[in-house]
C-alpha cells in the first residue's frame, strides 16, 4: 500500500468493506480513502453508466440538487465583485452551469459521462469539455470561479486537481466544493453498513472530513477557507427525503447559529475558499 495521498502517512487502520472493496483510514491525518484504488481506465468505463438517460430520472436529478444549486450560487456571488467566467468540474447534466448563465455568468463545464455531456450539450446548450483536469493546455488565472458538486471524493488524485483548480482561479476567484461526509454514518450504522453501501464502492475513493479538507485548501494555499452546511438534496425515496430535511435543515441550523463552529457530522458539507 502507497502512502496517504494527504500527508504520505504509512499506518493505516481498516473502516469497513463493501464486497471485496475496503476502505482504510491513515492513522496520522484521518482521511479515508480506498484501498487499493481502482485504474484509471476502470473508472472512466465506471462513470459512463453512472448518469442514467432516461428522461424521468434526469428530472429527478434536477429536483435532488436543486436547493443545494440555489443556495450555492449565492455563496459564490456574496464572495464575487461581479459574474464572471464560471467552471463547473464534473457538471452532470448541467443544471448548476445553467443556473449561473441565468445569473449573468459565462460559464463551461467538464464531464467524462457521455450522458451527462450529451444532456448539458444538445438540450441546454452548454460548452463541456469530455477531458478531466489537470489541462495543462488551458491558461493560468482564467476563471473567477471553479464548483465541484460531490466530484472530489471520486477523484484518484484530489490534490492534483484542486492544485489545478487553483492555477485556473485568477487572483480572489472563488472555491465551492461540496462532498459527503459519510464516515460518521458508517461508524453509527456499523452492524448494516456493508449491506447499506454508504461508500457507494468504488465510485466514492475518499470521504473526507472539515479537517482533512481545510488541510488540502491550506497546503495549495487557498486562503479564506470555510466550511459550512448549505442546504441539503431532495432524494426520491420518501424515506430518504425525510432523512434528508431532518439531518439537512438541523445541521443547516446548527452551522448557522454556530457560525461554522458546530457542523454535524453525517450530514453533506459545504467548502468554500479564496484563490
Known sequence: MSGCLLCGGRQFRPVICEGKWQY????????????????????????????????????????LAAQVFAKSALLIQRSSRAPGRLLDVGCGYGFFLEQ?????????????????????GNVL?????????????????????????????????????????????RPGGVLLLRWPHTTPIVTILKPWAQQLKLYQAPSHLFDFCPQTIYNMLDQLGFRQIRTTVCGWTRPAAKGARLAALIFGGLGEKLASISRDRLLLPGVSKTTVALR
Do not use: N
Not at 477523484?155 to 482561479?169: M, N, T
Open 24 to 63: 482504510v483510514r491513515c492513522s496520522h491525518c484521518g482521511l479515508v480513502f480506498l484501498s487499493p484504488q481502482p485504474a484509471a481506465a476502470f473508472l472512466h468505463e465506471h462513470y459512463q453508466d453512472y448518469l442514467p438517460a432516461d428522461p424521468e430520472a434526469v428530472e429527478a436529478w434536477r429536483r
Open 100 to 120: 449561473m448563465a441565468r445569473c449573468g455568468w459565462k460559464v463551461e463545464g467538464v464531464e467524462i459521462s457521455a450522458t451527462g455531456r450529451g444532456y448539458a
Open 125 to 169: 446548450g452548454l460548452k463541456v469539455s469530455s477531458r478531466p483536469l489537470p489541462r495543462p493546455d488551458w491558461p493560468d488565472a482564467c476563471y473567477d470561479a471553479i464548483t465541484l458538486f460531490y466530484v472530489i471524493e471520486h477523484l484518484p488524485d484530489p490534490v492534483a486537481v484542486l492544485r489545478e483548480a487553483f492555477r485556473l482561479l
